[in-house]
């Protein structure tokens, strides 16, 4: 089975400074997507980026990008330029078909 | 960006009780809806895959009897949770994949459903 591993429950970063989220995953699939999901304490899930994995171009999105690392099943997030709204709780997510699955989640705070 | 509308937000019912949360893609055909279940601090949980026009795939340990999805057409899925128990309180959070390319990688969520079973 699919799994996705987030190590970090809990991660801290100041106002204005970068921060990386850490996730593994674990496929024998070739054909996949690859998620970071937001999830505010209003709880609604929003994406923050995703990442094709026939793509060795790594995606940005604005002040967030990630490292996609294929071989090693590594896809951690990076947050530039903090701001205190991207305080939340972050989901790594992996699909493939109709196989989703989240990691457990890492808590952001963001210090002012 | 689609829009993917889950009623009620929340619900209180009483133990023995039945309860319907919908699911519905506002601008877009979900050929596919996925049921999640979230506890509080905790991440989601895949309950089950509905198909339109097909029974839903349950994933393992969760009782289908239980919890009765419903996807009949292209734009609603349906979660039944049949004699609630108190156990059974928890976030319940749907999301739709859309079926034309190239957004089909995307799935669109909806704003979830709190249940609370006295």
């Known amino acids: 089975a699919q799994t996705v591993t987030q190590s970090q429950p809990e991660m801290s970063v100041q106002e204005a400074e970068t921060v990386t989220l850490s996730c593994t995953y674990d496929?024998?699939?070739?054909?996949?997507?690859l998620f970071w999901y937001k999830q505010p304490p209003s709880r609604q899930m929003i994406l923050v980026i995703r990442q094709e994995a026939y793509k060795q171009q790594n995606a940005t999105e604005n002040r967030f990008s990630v490292n996609f690392q294929k071989a090693a099943k590594s896809f951690s997030l990076k947050i530039s330029d903090s701001q205190l709204g991207d305080a939340a709780m972050y989901f790594c997510a992996y699909r493939s078909g109709n196989d989703m699955r989240f990691g457990a989640g890492t808590r952001l705070t963001v210090k002012p | 960006g689609a829009v993917v509308s889950q009623h009620p937000s929340w619900v209180i019912c009483k133990s023995g009780t039945s309860v319907k949360i919908e699911c519905r893609s506002l601008?877009?055909?979900?050929?596919?809806m996925f049921w999640y279940r979230q506890f509080p601090k905790q991440s989601l949980m895949l309950m089950a895959t509905s198909n339109e026009g097909s029974k839903a795939t349950y994933e393992q340990g969760v009782e289908k009897d239980k919890f009765l999805i419903n996807h009949a057409s292209l734009t609603l899925s349906t979660l039944t949770v049949t004699s609630a128990h108190p156990e059974d309180s928890s976030f319940y959070i749907c999301?739709?994949?859309?079926?034309?390319?190239?957004?089909?990688?995307?799935?669109?969520f909806g704003s979830g459903t709190q249940l609370s079973v006295l």
């Open positions: 496929t024998s699939e070739s054909d996949y997507y």
């Open positions: 999301s739709a994949r859309e079926l034309r390319p190239p957004t089909n990688e995307k799935l669109f």
């Open positions: 601008d877009f055909q979900a050929t596919t």
